[in-house]
């Protein structure tokens, strides 16, 4: 399982976008918080076929059908996006060989609208501690729009310097996250 997680790590930090930690100021419209173990599957009895994408400038041709089918089986454990909120559902963290830490998540977005412009600050906890924190700023041009329901598969690169503790083992972790988006 280890392998497989690595594997679909490197084929998404080739093929789709990464936003980098930075701290930036919130300028948008609307924003929410919310926190989510790194491997939870929701509870809503009342489940719908989950849908995900990749950013804007992926070739979605160079995605094995394998890996597609590895992503929305995960997808699919984690049941529907909360309601009324931009989530971050991690299933990959890893430190790579220059310091920085990769987290590969799903953003999903609960509300019945369109989300673009996401700013969100996101966390790594594990037994109460934060092993790294910045923010992200994904841009409509970079990431692209995230329709109503949809995830969009992503990769968080926390720089070296937001990286509190750098020897955690991450097998297990809470993201907290903080967003501001702008809707259509």
Wanted: charged share 30%.
């Amino acid at each position: 399982m280890k392998k497989i997680i690595g594997v679909i790590l490197i084929i998404c930090f080739l093929i789709t976008g990464c936003g980098k930690g930075q701290v930036k100021e919130n300028k948008f419209k609307d924003t929410n918080k919310g926190e989510v173990a790194g491997n939870v599957k929701s509870k809503d009895e009342d489940l719908k076929p989950q849908h995900f994408s990749f950013g804007p400038k992926v070739n979605q041709d160079e995605v094995s059908e394998e890996t597609r089918n590895q992503l929305q089986g995960y997808l699919d454990k984690l049941g529907n996006p909360e309601k009324d909120n931009i989530s971050f559902n991690g299933f990959s963290a890893k430190f790579r060989q220059d310091g920085a830490l990769v987290l590969s998540v799903f953003i999903r977005n609960g509300y019945n609208y369109t989300v673009y412009n996401i700013d969100a600050k996101v966390d790594i906890k594990k037994n109460g501690e934060v092993i790294a924190t910045a923010t992200f700023e994904l841009s409509k041009d970079e990431f692209g729009e995230l329709n109503a329901g949809e995830s969009r598969v992503w990769n968080l690169i926390y720089e070296p310097d937001h990286i509190l503790n750098k020897t955690a083992d991450l097998e297990e972790y809470i993201l907290e996250y903080s967003t501001g988006y702008n809707r259509k």
